[in-house]
């Protein structure tokens, strides 16, 4: 019996990050953002993620992919 491999799915996403840099006390620290910042609004403000040490923002991409609704993610 021959054994196949598997051939994992790859993952594309579905909503595109954009990359940005802000300046907080004269630091410069880059961030990713997706969707339109006219989403916000007062009863959707933006969903603000922030990672841990050693992490990286694209990590995010999953979750923000599974959202069902479009929103403004930094």
Same mark, same amino acid.
């Given at each position: $019996?021959?054994? +196949?491999?598997?051939?994992? =799915?790859?993952?594309?996403?579905?909503? #595109? !990050?954009?990359?940005?840099?802000?300046? *907080? $006390?004269?630091? +410069?620290?880059?961030?990713? =953002?997706?969707?339109?910042?006219?989403? #916000? !609004?007062?009863?959707?403000?933006?969903? *603000?993620?922030?990672?841990?040490?050693?992490?990286? =923002?694209?990590?995010?991409?999953?979750?923000?992919?599974?959202?069902?609704?479009?929103?403004?993610?930094?």
């Amino acid at each position: $019996r021959v054994r +196949r491999m598997h051939t994992p =799915a790859v993952s594309l996403p579905r909503r #595109a !990050a954009r990359s940005l840099f802000v300046t *907080v $006390r004269g630091l +410069r620290s880059p961030l990713l =953002a997706w969707g339109d910042a006219s989403l #916000a !609004a007062p009863e959707r403000p933006p969903l *603000v993620l922030l990672h841990g040490w050693m992490d990286v =923002a694209a990590s995010f991409q999953f979750m923000v992919d599974a959202f069902a609704a479009d929103r403004y993610v930094v």
